[in-house]
């Protein structure tokens, strides 16, 4: 099993920043994709990025240019850095984490980070 717990959701202005950690724990080796989704009260949950083993990125148009991922294997955390915050990124984020294993790819979650955004 891998755990995953996320931290540095907030209370934000509207121009702002924030950097969104999501820690792995557990069996976490072997870790591919990790990545981060958003669900905004009332929507529908969407993926927002994710970053590939190997370092590839790839992004949410809404959010290209503003929001960055990466991840520190030797740490087993992913980021996610979100700049110039706006009203409609309100939502809680999740983080997720695919694992190879012998009964094939299985997708570990986080409990979600709360991030609001204020006009």
């Known amino acids: 099993q891998v755990q995953l717990v996320e931290s540095g959701g907030g209370l934000v202005q509207a121009g702002g920043s924030l950097r969104l950690s999501c820690a792995a724990s557990?069996?976490?080796?072997?870790?591919?994709?990790m990545g981060w989704y958003r669900q905004a009260p009332g929507k529908q949950r969407d993926l927002v990025a994710y970053?590939?083993?190997?370092?590839?990125?790839n992004y949410m148009d809404s959010v290209k240019g503003r929001f960055t991922i990466s991840r520190d294997n030797a740490k087993n955390t992913g980021y996610l850095q979100i700049n110039s915050l706006k009203p409609e990124d309100t939502a809680v984020y999740y983080c997720?984490?695919?694992?190879?294993?012998?009964?094939?790819?299985?997708?570990?979650w986080g409990q979600g980070t709360q991030v609001t955004v204020s006009s």
């Open positions: 557990g069996s976490a080796f072997n870790i591919s994709t």
């Open positions: 970053i590939t083993g190997a370092g590839s990125t």
């Open positions: 997720y984490a695919q694992r190879s294993t012998p009964l094939g790819l299985r997708t570990y």
